[in-house]
């Protein structure tokens, strides 16, 4: 006779099988999921990245260098869509070869596979949490950072003697000639200064590199600078001599244009989003700030979510035998479709003060988890 003790010892080892064995089934679905989803977004990016590349003048190395830079920014989207291919793929394979059938003759509820997929939306929801809050912004900085650097060396080196050079708006560069050492004689530069006077700069030499931030800077030698000021009789112009001096342009502009699929908001890390959120000078600002550090803080655990939703989306109602898995992949892009319009629309509605951005961005998450929980209790029934 088989006393109380070893019947439960029994059954929490069944258990226990079950569930290295669902864990085991659920991976390799995902990891196939993630390499072929993170590579067909990176070929569906490539024409855009090749277009800032082709106008900044990348060479092959830094294209691609700039393209590894922005794969992070690709997972955080791919990484949940595995985990919920992980769970639907893993688990219909299970239903579709009758081992549920095992599985209850154990007396075991379709409930009892949830730790499974749970365990892998929380690996995809600690992995997300990296990318999104170091790993994504960093790269996105990083790649920024490369295709800046490599405009200026371009501009800096580009800088053809006898023409006039209009790259930079707001910017006219023209020098007579250039030496061997890249030193430039006879210099005309036109800008805008930091407060918004045009000026004007001639020099007899000139020097260009790549300055602070995104810009260039000019060491002049031997000039006179012209700025436009504005007096009680009217507008005039202040001039002065130098030996020695420096102009900076801003080039941020151009560097923006060229990757305007990288904002100014995805490269700071939440600590620099907190500290906007609270000190930006205006409203909209402030708002957008918080709608980012809370999208970094709620997208990861979109992992969670989908695992719950993904296990009835498996199991499926009974159907034929080869039909219920693909339904439940037509119904896993289904939800998340759903998932990814209707955290848009709420955004934006938190955006505009319809709702709070807490709520804005959390909501999507708590309403999958709630109609996956649903499902699942209705399957078990």
């Known amino acids: 006779m088989t006393s109380p003790a070893t019947s439960w010892a029994c059954r929490d080892s069944g258990v226990a099988v079950w569930l290295r064995y669902t864990v085991r089934e659920v991976l390799g679905p995902a990891v196939g999921a993630l390499v072929l989803t993170t590579f067909l977004l990176l070929t569906t990016q490539l024409l855009r990245v090749g277009e800032a590349a082709f106008g900044a003048g990348l060479g092959a190395g830094d294209f691609f260098a700039i393209l590894g830079l922005l794969v992070p920014r690709f997972l955080v989207f791919t990484v949940p869509i595995s985990v919920l291919v992980g769970v639907v793929g893993g688990v219909g394979r299970l239903a579709e070869d009758r081992e549920l059938w095992a599985m209850e003759a154990m007396g075991l509820s379709p409930v009892r596979l949830l730790p499974g997929p749970l365990l892998l939306g929380l690996l995809g929801t600690l992995t997300s949490l990296l990318l999104t809050t170091a790993g994504e912004p960093l790269g996105l900085k990083a790649a920024s950072d490369r295709m800046a650097g490599v405009i200026e060396r371009n501009l800096a080196e580009g800088l053809s003697p006898g023409i006039i050079h209009e790259d930079i708006p707001g910017a006219a560069l023209y020098a007579r000639a250039r030496r061997g050492d890249g030193t ?22 000139a020097r260009v ?37 420096r102009a900076h342009i801003d080039i941020e502009g151009t560097v923006r244009r060229r990757i305007r699929f990288i904002g100014r908001l995805d490269v700071l890390l939440p600590g620099e989003l907190a500290h906007l959120a609270r000190l930006a000078p205006d409203e909209a600002t402030r708002r957008k700030a918080r709608l980012h550090l809370h999208r970094r803080l709620a997208l990861p655990f979109a992992c969670l979510a989908l695992a719950v939703a993904g296990l009835p989306l498996g199991l499926g109602p009974a159907g034929r035998r080869g039909s219920r898995r693909g339904a439940a992949f037509l119904g896993g892009v289904a939800l998340v479709t759903a998932y990814y319009l209707g955290l848009k629309g709420i955004e934006a509605a938190a955006l505009a003060g319809v709702v709070s951005i807490p709520l804005g961005v959390w909501l999507p998450n708590l309403a999958l988890a709630v109609l996956g929980a649903f499902l699942l209790w209705r399957r078990a029934r």
Not at 194 to 202: M, N
């Open 184 to 205: 430039l004689e006879d210099v005309f530069i036109q800008y805008g200064s930091e407060d918004g006077r045009p000026v004007t700069l001639v020099a007899e030499e």
């Open 209 to 245: 590199r790549p300055g602070e931030g995104y810009g260039l800077d000019f060491e002049v030698v031997r000039g006179e600078v012209f700025r436009l000021a504005s007096t009680p009789e009217g507008p005039s112009v202040d001039r002065a001599r130098f030996a020695r001096g």
